[in-house]
């Protein structure tokens, strides 16, 4: 496809300022260091890691409590990094009752369930929280 026949949300911006303004209309203080390449990413890409990370975000906002919140990394159309952390309460993953879809609904599984794409979601009560996203084109 040429530049011209994609969609915005193909757009490696369109991903950095979507999750960019999704953490600071949570919490205005979210520290963002978010670059892109300025490439294209499938879209069913796009829209998982869009969906992921603002879970992500929502989370740390909805459950850290006064908490440093940091969304960091790069977004490429062969690459992506994304970390979503906070120094909050944290939370024991295998405490989460099977009831709470978020962090296994929302963010693992459509990571999981897409070709090159995994998370890390790491956490421990008094020590806060890090989802950390990734994605490699595959090669063929």
Known sequence: ERSGDLSPEQRTEHVRDTLTSTALALDSDFAVDLTS???TLPTNCAVRLIEAAS??????????????RRLTGSIGGDHVEITISDDGVGFRMEEVHADRL??????????????GGSVRVTSS??????VHITWDREVS
């Open 37 to 39: 390449d300025g490439q």
């Open 102 to 115: 978020g962090v296994r609904h929302s963010i693992i599984e459509p990571l999981r369930d897409l070709d």
């Open 125 to 130: 009560p008094g020590a806060g929280s890090e």
């Open 55 to 68: 879970e992500a975000l929502r989370n740390s906002a909805r459950h850290a409590g006064e908490a440093s």
